[in-house]
């Protein structure tokens, strides 16, 4: 397996950038203490929409939803079929990928990830009296990076089914970590001096602060696979792999962005490129928490960190044989340069 993975140490301050059912912060057991953590799904979601971002849509135009029903009979029309006879077949493609809900018939009971490239050319296939079911399996996704690098499950299909060639830990931080309670209160405007001066609200939110590891990789064989990104261009893959190390390094959570702005740029990152074997996340350099004396004899949190995380990643190496093509570090390089050396092992 050709790799590409990023060893990422990030500090958030206040934040809750990823809530559990109750609306606190998440969190697990690590090493016998609680630790704060960010689930891959959370993280997931901030770099898909980062990549967008990044690539004004280009490469990164999946789009995930329940609404599939006017997508696909817009796309119907545009290939020349009449109003009713587009929404009947549009009914008939929606049902090859999930169930018509039966109180919302515009919506199917299962979010489906297609891109505006997949629906056109089912739909240019249907209109011209393809089977659906046919022209589904055989659509091609080049305009959806973020759907060979995420992958999608398809619950009536599973042929359809698309293997996500990313890999995501979930974040954790590399010390000790307990929620907190803020409590405030908001003002009336309205009330007048002679009123009671009591808050117009009053509640409590739970928040966090934590230096957090954070592991991403990417499998290069499986983007250059044809049933991913294989029939793209080198350059074109580089382009793509670019654009996902740029957002996996800048995206954050936005979960409560506005009171409680939590958006930092990662303090240290590990670029690696590896012709063969498997992913391995360094988190087991923080298997022992950090702790306020270690740091405080080593120069603080985020220094200390980047010391353990060097010194297991040496460690793995010489027990292991672990393997390196390319080794590359932010500081040391700027993100651009970062970018450049690692896309270049992209083949």
């Known amino acids: 397996m050709k790799l590409i993975e990023l060893h990422i140490l990030q500090s958030f301050p206040v934040s809750c950038l990823n809530r559990d059912d109750v609306g606190s912060p998440k969190s697990a057991v690590f090493g016998g203490v609680n630790r704060a953590r960010l689930s891959s799904q959370c993280l997931k979601r901030a770099i898909r929409s980062q990549a967008g971002l990044l690539a004004d849509g280009d490469g990164f135009a999946g789009v995930r939803s329940r609404f599939l029903l006017e997508p696909l009979t817009a796309a119907l029309r545009q290939h020349g079929l009449a109003d009713e006879v587009a929404t009947a077949r549009a009914g008939d493609i929606i049902k090859v990928f999930s169930k018509p809900d039966g109180k919302h018939p515009e919506q199917v009971t299962t979010a489906v990830y297609l891109s505006p490239g997949e629906i056109d050319e089912i739909a240019r296939a249907v209109a011209g009296g393809e089977d659906p079911k046919k022209a589904c399996k055989k659509a091609a996704r080049l305009d959806a990076a973020d759907i060979a690098l995420f992958g999608r499950m398809v619950a009536n299909d599973a042929t359809l089914n698309v293997e996500g060639a990313g890999m995501f830990s979930h974040a954790l931080s590399v010390h000790k970590a307990e929620p907190d309670i803020d409590f405030f209160s908001a003002v009336d ?23 957090y590891y954070r592991y991403a990789a990417v499998n290069l064989d499986l983007l250059a696979d044809a049933a991913h990104l294989g029939g793209l261009t080198r350059e074109q893959r580089q382009r793509v792999m670019d654009t996902f190390i740029r957002a996996t390094l800048t995206a954050v959570p936005g979960a409560r962005k506005n009171s409680m702005n939590a958006h930092t740029l990662p303090s240290y990152v590990l670029g690696l490129g590896k012709d063969q074997g498997q992913p391995v996340q360094l988190i087991n350099a923080f298997e022992q928490p950090l702790s306020t004396w270690e740091t405080r004899n080593q120069g603080g949190w985020e220094k200390t960190a980047i010391e353990r995380l060097k010194e297991h990643h040496a460690a793995l190496k010489k027990t292991w044989n672990v393997a390196t093509a390319i080794e590359v570090e932010i500081p040391g390089q700027d993100l651009n340069t970062l970018c450049q050396t690692l896309v270049s092992h992209v083949h």
């Open 189 to 211: 405007d309205r009330k007048g001096n002679a009123e009671d001066a009591g808050a117009g609200m009053i509640g409590t939110l739970e928040f966090t602060s934590a230096l």
